[in-house]
């Protein structure tokens, strides 16, 4: 059983990937092959984890270079011969695709090697809401061989939906399930305040424009202190309009923040989209409130009348919340809540024998 990710690195597809990787299932030799060299700090951490779980990795010599879509296709160009030798030194039973590079590379090899295809079943996570964003020409030469092999299974209800209205199918769905995190103390809380984490990448789909306006809109309460976590393309932007702001700190992706996440107070998510959060499930998992836009794939994964949610990013709701609502409310019931709703909604043993399931059900059908 082969997962095809992106890269070796701190992401909610590969966290996936390890979560049903380390299943323990008997009968099933799991792999994970990264389709271009990880090289963050996160790393070498990540695929520590992966090897002391009994998995095998495979690390790509194609560096992970985030460019321009030309790199991905041409790393989609060669892969095929990659992918003949690890056909030819392990015969994968079942391919499982998470992410368009991935997606990209495994269609390259089975459309190029079909003899290959009709021996080796291909699952298909689809794991956003929006696919294929400029290169739409791609994504339909994709999707209609996922779907004439019945690969694609969604994680939610939202992404189901999306997909469906976009390409005339309709996958099952499989949501993305989490384990009880271990607990341990993060060590640069701020005493005596409302500690708030944040963590994502720093693009525009996690909402960091109405990051950047809810804290400097609270510069002057002395009541929060938010941590954030994360890289990407709007780190820059992020650092020069609040990094200077004493109720902030900006920080690098923390390996294992799932661990830490019972440290904090109130988790912060406006994103405008999301496929299905892992880092949300993972917080409630941890019994730590969080603070939504009420948008697909985090709504999903709190219960429907959950407080701390707002329509549209709005900030004015947002300030409300914090000005008013959060000091003064039940946390820990909160807390307890949505702990509740994640244990019977998305364990992390439920999407593992979701996963196996579909698995074998593909390989009897060979």
Request: proline share 5%.
């Amino acid at each position: 059983m082969f997962h095809f990710i992106s890269h070796f690195d701190l992401g909610g597809a590969e966290r996936v990937a390890a979560s049903i990787a380390k299943s323990g299932t008997g009968g099933i030799e799991y792999h994970v092959v990264e389709m271009m060299r990880g090289r963050s700090a996160i790393t070498s951490e990540f695929v520590n984890e992966l090897q002391e779980a009994g998995i095998v990795c495979h690390r790509s010599l194609v560096p992970d270079i985030r460019w321009h879509f030309v790199v991905e296709r041409l790393t989609a160009l060669f892969f095929p011969l990659r992918f003949l030798w690890i056909w030819l030194r392990w015969h994968p039973d079942v391919i499982h695709s998470h992410t368009e590079l991935p997606d990209l590379c495994t269609v390259a090899a089975m459309k190029a090697m079909p003899w290959i295809a009709k021996r080796c079943r291909v699952v298909r996570t689809i794991h956003n809401n929006r696919l294929w964003t400029g290169q739409a020409l791609l994504g339909k030469i994709c999707e209609r061989f996922f779907i004439l092999h019945n690969s694609n299974i969604a994680i939610s209800e939202s992404v189901r939906l999306s997909y469906s209205d976009r390409y005339g199918s309709v996958p099952p769905i499989i949501h993305n399930g989490v384990g009880e995190p271990r607990r341990r103390t993060y060590e640069r809380l701020c005493p005596g305040k409302i500690n708030v984490v944040f963590a994502g990448r720093f693009e525009s789909q996690k909402g960091i424009d109405t990051l950047v306006d809810v804290v400097r809109s609270l510069a002057g309460d002395n009541r929060y202190h938010f941590h954030v976590f994360g890289d990407g393309s709007l780190g820059d932007m992020l650092r020069e309009t609040v990094g200077s702001q004493a109720n902030v700190s900006i920080n690098p992706p923390l390996f294992g923040l799932s661990s830490y996440l019972g440290s904090f107070d109130f988790m912060f998510m406006p994103s405008e989209f999301e496929g299905l959060s892992i880092v949300a499930i993972e917080a409630s998992m941890s019994r730590l409130p969080n603070i939504i836009n009420s948008c697909p794939g985090l709504e999903e994964i709190l219960p429907a009348d959950w407080p701390l949610k707002v329509s549209k990013n709005d900030r004015a709701s947002y300030l409300r919340l914090f000005r008013d609502f959060i000091p003064t409310c039940r946390r820990e019931e909160l807390g307890n809540k949505a702990q509740d709703f994640a244990r019977i909604h998305f364990s992390v043993e439920k999407m593992q024998q979701g996963y196996e399931k579909v698995y074998y059900r593909h390989d009897s059908t060979r």
